[in-house]
């Protein structure tokens, strides 16, 4: 049985921004952040509709540390 993934509101904010630079598409950044293109494309929708409040939650800094080296490697293009 696999354990379900949670994600800092940190995490979800920086994939979210990453969809919005130019000539990037959603399924490409949830592709290199192995994530869904679903579950992206619902972070981004409750970010436009909830703003600051969206992703209200705990993190860990552990969490907040794996996303940042996530977001840095999507930005090198490397691979996971």
């Known amino acids: 049985m696999s354990k379900r993934r ?4 940190e995490f979800k904010r920086e994939a979210v921004e ?3 630079q130019s000539g990037v598409t959603l399924a490409q950044v949830a592709r290199e952040l192995g994530l869904g293109a679903g579950m992206l494309g619902r ?12 992703f209200g939650g ?11 080296l996530k977001r840095e490697n999507a930005r090198l293009g490397v691979a996971p």
């Open 18 to 20: 990453l969809t919005r």
């Open 6 to 9: 949670r994600y800092s509101p």
């Open 58 to 68: 705990t993190s860990t800094p552990r969490d907040e540390e794996i996303a940042r």
């Open 43 to 54: 972070w981004r929708k409750e970010l436009e509709q909830s703003g600051a409040v969206a």
